[in-house]
T-cell receptor, first 111, second 114 residues
Framework: RKEVEQDPGPFNVPEGATVAFNCTYS??????FFWYRQDCRKEPKLLMS???SGNEDGRFTAQLNRASQYISLLIRDSKLSDSATYLC????????????FGKGTRLSVIA | EPEVTQTPSHQVTQMGQEVILRCVPI?????FYWYRQILGQKVEFLVS????????KSEIFDDQFSVERPDGSNFTLKIRSTKLEDSAMYFC????????????FGQGTRLTVV
């Protein structure tokens, strides 16, 4: 089983749509969870950290279910500029340990 | 906003040559990392560096690779005797000394081995 597994995508959605990304992780000891976004041939950029209580940042909502080892990201009212690959990222242990990346889900928002 | 900077942005090298990829982490960060991403694949961890020594490395980071922090600001990745399969984007990242902190990535060096 892959350490971090994501929907393969791609997702093609019209502007204004709501889109959900799902992710599962295999290591139950994982401590920190993130969503990064990566534009084509660019570096990963942190979109948001994911907390057990769930968190929201504008149009973006992240949820974590530790029991199911499941992470989600919801984008509401999608914009053309949201087109990118969304990476689910997990930190195996507490503190500054290496990040484990999912392969990413590509999103294309269409006018 | 502070950022991680990497040079060069693109490096083309012949198979068997040595390359050095350079990174300047965010100045108050203490943890440094190298990751790579082969085209079309996921980002993979190579090595982490703390307190002037390697703290963790992956199975990819074999004797062909080495890292160094020669002058307190630069953080370098050396790849000896490059192979075609070393062609990838190499990302440097850094993070501060906090629990659960996120890593900030440089813009990457695209290495092409011909």
């Amino acid at each position: 089983r892959k350490e971090v597994e994501q929907d393969p995508g791609p997702f093609n959605v019209p502007e204004g749509a709501t889109v959900a990304f799902n992710c599962t992780y295999s290591n139950s000891a994982s401590q920190s969870f993130f969503w990064y976004r990566q534009d084509c041939r660019k570096e990963p950029k942190l979109l948001m950290s994911v907390y057990s209580s769930g968190n929201e940042d504008g149009r973006f909502t992240a949820q974590l279910n530790r029991a199911s080892q499941y992470i989600s990201l919801l984008i509401r009212d999608s914009k053309l500029s949201d087109s990118a690959t969304y990476l689910c990222v997990v930190n195996r242990q507490a503190g500054n340990t290496p990040l484990v990346f999912g392969k990413g889900t590509r999103l294309s928002v269409i006018a | 906003e502070p950022e991680v900077t990497q040079t060069p942005s693109h490096q083309v090298t012949q198979m068997g040559q040595e390359v050095i990829l350079r990174c300047v982490p965010i100045s108050n960060h203490l943890y440094f990392y190298w990751y790579r991403q082969i085209l079309g694949q996921k980002v993979e961890f190579l090595v982490s560096f703390y307190n002037n020594e390697i703290s963790e490395k992956s199975e990819i980071f074999d004797d062909q690779f080495s890292v160094e922090r020669p002058d307190g600001s630069n953080f370098t990745l050396k790849i000896r005797s490059t192979k075609l399969e070393d062609s990838a984007m190499y990302f440097c990242a850094s993070s501060s000394d906090n629990v659960n902190t996120e890593a900030f990535f440089g813009q990457g060096t695209r290495l092409t081995v011909v």
